[in-house]
């Protein structure tokens, strides 16, 4: 069947004759330096474009935070100096808060999060604690769920959630105590529960969970994305709600695996069409893995592999090279089960995605709204090829822990 949201993959799949790493993952001297050029030559290609970029958008996703975000990153992976400086710039535009929002990606938290990171980078330590204790000002309303604050990860709890685990593993400290983190996923878990008894559905899924009156199944709004959250070591307190309550939610969201191996966007949808880490296999693979390392049911490595060969037959989306729904937010799936595995394979398949996505704009992709941005656009590209220069130390921004 064409695919017609997706551009056949033109390369060959791996057949143990690559040259690019060795067998421990390290790229090649010459692999790494043409991905060190193309970082460059897309940076200068980011800055020219972002400067008619929308000058109100703060966040993460599309925004200055978004920005911020990326040359913290780059620092992080090459140490220099002036791209934590170029980080302040930008972390400092996107502190023109809304309170609309509360999460990492799309509201305050992901702006206050990244510059208390920037400021602790730079040893201002009194303005770094400002911006922790801000970010904390949010919590109860978090907790409390004013608003009739979803849970999802753009726009709910697990997406402020994300911010608090980004402060403390960037301060390499418990910044902020574990019982934040908890608190949060009790209500998380006490909202699932709800709707699932509402819905009357607990039999099959003791938990559930909407967003604008859908039932999403993917990383961005979905059950997935929660799911990885409430299965990292120490989230949920006590094995027992890990085992009666997360697991056969999980499972559940396994049932709706579709013959390819690809998962639908919402609970019902019978439509195989969407390889997107924000809708389908290549976000749901984070939960199969997670999944894999708490509860080593072979099953579920095996469905994420199933993730993979979806992502490597569809996965190089004429939507364009971004995080959310692009060929390198895709390329980021390889990367998470290389790093359980440690198969070359995987490895092998995202560097040939970061191939394509160092052929920026040749594929005649469309542009997307914000063409320079985070989650979008360049920035998330960008990312992603600094990313590959440490295979097992990446992580896909904003969601992956
Ligand atoms: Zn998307």
């Not at 790494?32 to 958008?57: F, V, Y």
């Not at 910044?175 to 209500?187: L, S, T």
Request: aromatic share 12%.
């Amino acid at each position: 069947m064409p695919d017609e949201r997706a551009l056949k993959n033109p390369y060959k799949d791996y057949d143990g004759t690559q040259t690019l790493f060795d067998a421990q993952g390290n790229l090649t001297a010459s692999f790494a330096g043409r991905i060190t050029h193309k970082i460059n030559d897309l940076l200068t290609a980011m800055e020219k474009g972002l400067k008619s970029a929308d000058p109100r958008d703060c966040t993460g996703y599309t925004g200055w935070a978004g920005i911020a975000l990326l040359y913290l990153h780059l620092h992080g992976v090459f140490g220099e100096p002036s791209y934590l400086q170029r980080a302040l710039d930008y972390v400092s535009r996107s502190l023109s808060l809304t309170g609309r929002w509360i999460t990492f990606l799309c509201g305050d938290a992901g702006p206050l999060a990244i510059a208390a990171v920037v400021y602790h980078r730079l040893q201002r330590n009194q303005e770094a604690d400002e911006c922790v204790n801000r970010l904390l000002q949010l919590h109860q309303s978090v907790v409390k769920g004013v608003g009739n604050l979803p849970d999802e990860l753009l726009y709910g709890r697990v997406g402020y959630l994300y911010s608090l685990v980004f402060i403390n593993q960037q301060f390499g400290q418990e910044k902020i105590p574990m019982q934040y983190i908890q608190q949060i996923c009790d209500a998380v878990l006490a909202s699932g529960e709800s709707l699932a008894k509402r819905n009357r559905t607990q039999e099959q899924s003791p938990l559930m969970y909407e967003w604008y009156q859908e039932q999403y199944v993917g990383a961005a709004h979905g059950l997935a994305g929660i799911y990885y959250f409430l299965m990292q070591p120490g989230f949920v307190v006590g094995q027992e709600r890990l085992t009666t309550l997360v697991k056969p939610s999980v499972d559940f969201v396994c049932q709706l695996k579709f013959p390819s191996g690809n998962y639908p966007p919402c609970v019902g949808d019978e439509r195989d069409l969407l390889v997107h880490w924000c809708h389908g296999s290549p976000g749901v693979m984070y939960m199969l893995l997670q999944a894999y390392k708490v509860f080593g049911v072979k099953q579920y490595l095996e469905d994420a592999s199933q993730c993979a060969e979806v992502l490597w037959q569809r996965g190089l989306l004429k939507k364009g090279y971004g995080l959310c729904h692009g060929a390198a937010g895709n390329a980021y799936g390889f990367l998470a089960l290389f790093k359980v595995t440690r198969e070359a394979k995987h490895l092998y398949r995202a560097c040939m995605f970061a191939d394509w996505c160092m052929n920026y704009g040749k594929h005649g992709c469309r542009t997307p709204d914000t063409p320079f941005s985070l989650f979008e656009g360049m920035a998330g590209t960008i990312y992603f090829l600094a990313d590959l220069l440490q295979p097992m130390r990446s992580k896909f921004p904003a969601f992956e822990i």
